[in-house]
């Protein structure tokens, strides 16, 4: 068996009898197709054209490093002469990469016959078969990366080992497993997982790709979830095929806030629980409380408004006495409702709807009602699903959070340029920088140094209007977006204030000199002024098209220019830049 198995298998590779299929992987921040995961098809209508059955036959038949090899080189021909736009995922068995690959660098060669470039290609490492020796897959994988590719491991979560491949590869995607995507927007427990996987990818500096996103619904609560998920691959999207879409069009509108938080709102708690109508008999919704034991609350509507709860506790209690059942025999809910319970809209971001229910008189209990913008009921909410999420956000605004000032961090100021270009607003990012810090901090100490920072954030946002956007760079380095047309106003009335604040920072004698003198390496004295601030501003017209790294590049260069100039200075750009 295995024999005629084998020989099967043989004439397939030798034929060349097998397909290369490709499934977009999109970054939903960007709307776009990062890449594609190539998969391999057997010859159609046959017992091996499944993939599963293709490799579990190669394994058995010893025939897999061939086989591996063979699809490598196929998907990548069939890549290149599709003219296909970002990266090429490639599955690779870990066995393949210590083996013959290795050592005579095929793939490297199959690429140059195509004339793709090693930086474009993902090393997808697949869990099929087991890692043996880490020490000899860390120095592949190293080798790998040096010739200019990357690494993704791909289903974390569905092998006993991934966890132990992420600690000791450290690649540079992981992809997480279907299971933990399926359903995530009806199930907290996988949301949490999630966040901590997050975090994770995070401190290694890893990207992570959900995979299996088949519903709408899945996709809107990751895009909600964490906007650094952006990532994601699965048949809400497209599914494999030998042409594969170069545009995805079922792409959610995203209109990003312009808020220094991201706005979650009280659709992420929404529980969409079946409601009642007022002519329910109360014996059946006895019944149906007892069906359920984890039915705290229900909701009463009638032509899809809600008229109030009834509550689990409050209600059968009404049942402790024998003569109960008699008594509401013939009855109907109307009689029972509750019609004290908080409505929310299910656009109300969670910091107001914390508030709201706070101020509430109307909350004898924890549960209360989730409508649409037409007041149509949609669901329930819950004060502790509500708590947690708060205390989600606060924590990761925390941890991202600069120490010194609290400002949001690099993180989050990366996040939130690229949610203004993609919501095609008009704005100017600008970079503000400290001149003649170092030499301040050289005279005075860093604590002095310290202080002059946080005084220069206060200031920045006393400054920053209620629809701008603050973050601390790092060092003396701060980022402002701001919304509108008087920008360059408030740039000045910021360089001016800042102007009558930095002799303050200085003892009376250096006040008297206009700076401090300080002592170089090289022993020599030198005389430096007042602190100074400088700024450099890049209008953005409509940023769709814009990438935030480029953004990023060109303010850096901008704020040389302004550097350049001597005292408190505002460089602008007044270039015009095509989109893309």
Not at 215 to 242: H, K, V
Not at 420 to 448: H, I, M, P, Q, S
Not at 509 to 533: I, N
Request: aromatic share 8%; with cysteine; proline share 5%.
């Amino acid at each position: 068996m295995a024999c005629r198995e084998a020989q099967e298998l043989r004439a397939i590779t030798e034929g060349e009898r097998l397909t290369p299929c490709f499934q977009p992987i999109v970054d939903v921040g960007r709307q776009r197709v990062h890449g594609y995961e190539a998969l391999i098809r057997g010859p159609e209508g046959t017992w091996l054209q499944s993939p599963l059955t293709l490799f579990d036959v190669a394994m058995r038949t010893g025939l897999l490093v061939d086989l591996d090899l063979m699809c490598r080189r196929l998907a990548i021909a069939a890549f290149a002469r599709l003219g296909l736009p970002g990266r090429l995922f490639l599955n690779v068995m870990p066995s393949t990469i210590v083996d013959r690959d290795f050592r005579e660098g095929l793939t490297l060669g199959y690429l140059h016959e195509q004339g793709l470039a090693p930086n474009r290609v993902v090393i997808e490492l697949t869990e099929h078969v087991p890692i043996q020796d880490y020490a000899l897959m860390r120095q592949a994988v190293a080798h790998y990366r040096d010739m200019g590719f990357q690494v993704a491991l791909d289903d974390l979560g569905a092998g006993h080992s991934s966890l132990r491949h992420w600690a000791e590869l450290r690649p540079d995607f992981v992809k997480l497993d279907r299971h933990f995507i399926a359903g995530i927007d009806r199930e907290p427990g996988k949301r949490e997982f999630l966040r901590s996987i997050l975090d994770v990818a995070r401190s290694l500096g890893c990207q992570l790709i959900a995979e299996g996103v088949e519903t709408i619904e899945e996709y809107r609560c990751l895009w909600e979830l964490d906007r650094s998920l952006s990532l994601l691959q699965g048949y809400y999207f497209a599914r494999p095929s030998l042409n594969p879409p170069r545009e995805i069009e079922t792409f959610l509108r995203i209109g990003a806030p312009l808020r220094q938080e991201k706005v979650r709102s009280a659709r992420v708690i929404l529980k969409p629980l079946m409601p009642i109508t007022p002519q329910w008999a109360v014996l059946d919704l006895a019944d149906h409380f007892r069906a359920d034991p984890e039915l705290r609350c229900v909701a009463v509507v009638e032509a899809g408004r809600p008229l109030g709860v009834i509550r689990r506790n409050a209600f059968l209690t009404l049942f402790t006495n024998p003569y109960s059942h008699a008594l509401f025999a013939k009855r109907q809910v109307r009689e029972l409702i509750d019609p004290r319970v908080p409505i929310a809209l299910d656009e109300t971001p969670l910091s107001a709807l914390s508030q709201q229910l706070t101020d509430s008189r109307d909350m004898p209990q924890e549960d209360f009602v989730i409508v649409d913008a037409q007041g149509d009921y949609l669901g329930m909410g819950n004060i502790v699903d509500l708590l947690r999420e708060i205390t989600a956000i606060q924590v990761r605004q925390a941890r991202h959070a600069n120490p010194l000032t609290g400002l949001p961090g690099n993180l989050l100021i990366n996040e939130t340029l690229s949610e203004w270009l993609e919501a095609g607003v008009a704005f100017t990012a600008v970079y503000c920088d400290l001149d003649n810090f170092k030499a301040y901090n050289d005279a005075y100490g860093y604590a002095r140094g310290d202080r002059v920072i946080t005084a220069l954030a206060q200031l920045l946002d006393q400054q920053a209007g209620q629809n701008d956007f603050l973050g601390h760079v790092g060092g003396d380095d701060f980022m402002l977006l701001l919304a509108g047309e008087r920008w360059e106003r408030r740039c000045h009335a910021i360089l001016e204030a800042f102007g009558d604040m930095a002799p303050g920072f200085y003892d009376a004698e250096d006040r008297r000199g206009g700076g401090v003198w300080v002592k170089s390496r090289q022993g020599r004295l030198t005389h430096y002024p007042f602190v100074s601030l400088s700024l450099a501003a890049r209008p953005v017209g409509d940023g769709r098209g814009h990438d935030p790294l480029t953004i990023a590049a060109e303010l850096s260069e901008l704020k040389q220019q302004a550097k350049r100039q001597a005292g408190n200075s505002l460089f602008v750009e007044r270039r015009q830049h095509a989109h893309g």
